[in-house]
């Protein structure tokens, strides 16, 4: 099972749109994935010991460890993911072990295209994740009426569906 992680926390976000897109592509190529919405669960903040306890983030951790890759789906904040995707690694470090995991991120402006990698550098080097090479950076210019109308990002996206499943085989 692939996973896609939805990390905005507002309900009915461009975030989860971008989620839901990516997962249309898997479920095409008939593979099965499942979603974690960050909006629709309740996760603490890390504290370093209580937290760990925590069902919710057991529940989480089961589930990252049994994917066989992770499609991250942010908003960028301040030039990085959101503090929620923060939060959750740090919750569930442990299940992202030598995961492949690729990123969509979704973002206000152009200049951020860069902002995923103190993120992806982290799983790398403290989880030994593979990252796949290619984000899909969306801007809001390529929606319309809350729908992804931009047929350069679906591909994208698309090739970024194949590439993990390539990898993961």
């Given at each position: 099972?692939h ?5 905005n926390?507002s ?8 989620a ?8 095409s190529?008939n ?7 960050l ?11 209580v937290c760990?306890t ?6 989480v ?5 049994e994917?066989?890759?992770l ?8 030039y990085?993911?959101?503090?929620a995707a ?9 299940g992202?072990?030598e ?12 200049k951020?295209?860069m902002?995923?990698?103190?993120f ?8 030994r ?11 809001g ?9 931009d047929?350069?990002?679906r591909?994208?996206?698309?090739e ?10």
């Amino acid at each position: 099972m692939h996973l896609i992680i939805s990390t905005n926390l507002s309900p009915n976000s461009k975030t989860r749109l971008l989620a839901d897109v990516a997962q249309t592509y898997f479920l095409s190529k008939n593979i099965e994935t499942n979603i974690i919405d960050l909006a629709e669960i309740e996760l603490p903040q890390c504290d370093g010991k209580v937290c760990y306890t925590n069902s919710t983030v057991q529940d989480v951790t089961k589930t990252i460890t049994e994917a066989e890759s992770l499609l991250i789906v942010s908003p960028i904040y301040n030039y990085d993911l959101n503090a929620a995707a923060k939060n959750l690694l740090e919750l569930t470090g442990s299940g992202w072990n030598e995961k492949i995991v690729g990123f969509i991120c979704n973002a206000g402006g152009e200049k951020s295209y860069m902002s995923v990698m103190p993120f992806a550098n982290s799983l790398m080097l403290d989880h030994r994740c593979l990252i796949i090479p290619r984000f899909v950076y969306v801007t809001g210019s390529a929606f319309t009426n809350q729908l992804l109308t931009d047929d350069d990002i679906r591909q994208r996206i698309e090739e970024l569906v194949s590439t993990i499943i390539d990898w993961s085989s």
